[in-house]
């Protein structure tokens, strides 16, 4: 914007430039001179004097004369009663080519003047104002008299080649760049508000739709377009909140039909069959505790993290997956360090995290393998399959909510979504890297607990936030 506006002004100025002195010369005539609109026929000079210096050349004796030039013919055909002679200064002849007109009124030096001065001719009966004047051209010094041009409002247009010259433009150059630079100031100056803005619109995402942009610290001008944008934000917000509450609501009003679900499998006799229903109503039953347990994050706002033990939060995970992995023939090892690794984050959190992790290798490793759980000491926990692994354009769009592989791949595409949702709001990391050999491995980051934490809450007060889990069922 800031350099359409500049390339505005330059042309503005040369537009000016050219246009405005014979605006200005043309009003003076018109409101100045006597004869009002006929003192016009004066802007024909620079014209008619060029032509006629054009057209003087000497003929094949040496003798100056005059030349139907192609300029000199457009004139007459533009001007029918224009008239014009050359005369010598020294005997008063006119010279081959004059009009006859010329040559049989002003025939003799004595009837014209070396200088500009005006002249009357007869045209058809009819007096045409007209000049002499004196030029030197390649023929010599001539007398030159000319008349019966009458201007026309299409002349306008070639009057800028006249009044406009090349000094004149060397003159005005340093104004054009110093209004260039002034022009540049001032835009970039007056837009600044307008690009703090648009930084201030870039950080804004779907968890901080309400802070919006402050309409009194853009201009007057922007105002009216902030609010708009602001407006824009609440309704979007709003519409957030609906999607959020019915999920909410939708995971809610599940967890009821899933309890009752599980116990009528317990009373369903051992078998295969039995065996698959349990892990898919496991699946449905994790998703539903995430969103319930993200919803209700999203309502209270940030709740402060505890110090949380990764190492027995993955065993105590771990352990619960054993049996259905070997069910299915595969099997899970846990790597962890002897000592405790100390995390800030919410435990039922990270346990459903961890959870859907592990669900999600146990699919994926080839029958006969092992998903590999590993806590390791800088706060990371990486979940390791060795089946088809993640293409390396998929490992970003994983994450998006309802993506699936194909149609072929089991699942409602929602849960790693949620997972990384959940990990974000506690300050965490979550991303997948090739297995070396083949497969997936995804790794977790949550923030480490420093020596100046809270004292351990690993076992009194975290499952304070269960149990609020439990009690909105």
């Known amino acids: 914007?800031?350099?359409?506006?500049?390339?505005?002004?330059?042309?503005?100025?040369?537009?000016?430039?050219?246009?405005?002195?014979?605006?200005?010369?043309?009003?003076?005539?018109?409101?100045?001179?006597?004869?009002?609109?006929?003192?016009?026929?004066?802007?024909?000079?620079?014209?008619?004097?060029?032509?006629?210096?054009?057209?003087?050349?000497?003929?094949?004796?040496?003798?100056?004369?005059?030349?139907?030039?192609?300029?000199?013919?457009?004139?007459?055909?533009?001007?029918?009663?224009?008239?014009?002679?050359?005369?010598?200064?020294?005997?008063?002849?006119?010279?081959?080519?004059?009009?006859?007109?010329?040559?049989?009124?002003?025939?003799?030096?004595?009837?014209?003047?070396?200088?500009?001065?005006?002249?009357?001719?007869?045209?058809?009966?009819?007096?045409?104002?007209?000049?002499?004047?004196?030029?030197?051209?390649?023929?010599?010094?001539?007398?030159?008299?000319?008349?019966?041009?009458?201007?026309r409002w299409r002349d306008f247009m070639r009057l800028p080649f006249y009044t406009a010259t090349l000094p004149g433009a060397m003159f005005f150059l340093p104004n054009w760049v110093a209004m260039c630079l002034i022009a540049l100031f001032v835009v970039r100056r007056g837009l600044a508000p307008m690009r703090a803005a648009a930084a201030k619109i870039a950080t804004i995402d779907v968890n901080s739709l309400k802070e919006g942009v402050d309409p009194d610290e853009a201009p007057s001008e922007m105002r009216p377009f902030v609010e708009a944008v602001n407006k824009a934000f609440e309704r979007v917000r709003e519409g957030v909140e609906r999607q959020r509450r019915f999920s909410a609501n939708s995971a809610h009003e599940l967890r009821t039909p899933i309890t009752i679900l599980r116990a009528r499998l317990g009373k369903m006799e051992e078998g295969p069959l039995k065996a698959e229903i349990e892990r898919d109503v496991l699946r449905v039953q994790t998703v539903v505790e995430q969103m319930l347990l993200l919803a209700q994050i999203r309502e209270r706002g940030p709740i402060a993290p505890q110090r949380i033990d990764l190492h027995d939060i993955v065993l105590s995970v771990a352990a619960d997956y054993v049996p259905i992995a070997i069910g299915d023939d595969r099997d899970i090892q846990l790597e962890a360090p002897s000592r405790h690794v100390i995390a800030l984050g919410l435990r039922w959190s990270v346990e459903s995290i961890v959870a859907n992790l592990i669900a999600n290798a146990v699919r994926a490793e080839p029958r006969g393998g092992a998903v590999v759980v590993r806590v390791l000491p800088d706060c990371v926990i990486e979940v390791v399959d060795h089946g088809s692994g993640v293409a390396e354009a998929d490992r970003c769009r994983i994450f998006e909510p309802f993506w699936r592989k194909d149609e072929t791949t089991p699942g409602t595409g929602l849960g790693l979504s949620i997972v990384r949702e959940l990990v974000e709001l506690q300050g965490g990391e979550l991303g997948v890297v090739e297995t070396p050999g083949g497969g997936a491995t995804f790794r977790l980051r949550l923030p480490a607990a420093s020596a100046e934490s809270e004292p351990a809450a690993t076992g009194a007060v975290q499952p304070s936030l269960d149990q609020r889990c439990e009690r909105s069922a």
Do not use: N, W
Not at 70 to 98: C, N, Q, V, Y
Not at 117 to 145: M, N, T, Y
């Open 1 to 151: 914007m800031s350099s359409r506006l500049i390339v505005y002004a330059i042309i503005g100025s040369i537009l000016g430039y050219l246009i405005l002195p014979p605006v200005i010369v043309v009003a003076v005539l018109v409101l100045v001179r006597p004869g009002g609109v006929a003192a016009l026929d004066e802007l024909l000079c620079p014209r008619v004097q060029e032509m006629m210096l054009a057209a003087l050349r000497k003929d094949a004796g040496g003798a100056g004369s005059i030349t139907m030039t192609d300029a000199l013919r457009d004139f007459i055909s533009e001007h029918p009663d224009f008239r014009f002679g050359a005369f010598d200064p020294r005997t008063g002849k006119a010279l081959s080519g004059s009009s006859p007109e010329m040559a049989e009124a002003f025939e003799g030096v004595g009837r014209l003047k070396l200088s500009r001065s005006p002249i009357q001719i007869i045209v058809d009966k009819a007096a045409r104002k007209g000049e002499s004047f004196v030029l030197d051209s390649q023929v010599g010094e001539v007398v030159v008299a000319t008349g019966g041009a009458q201007y």
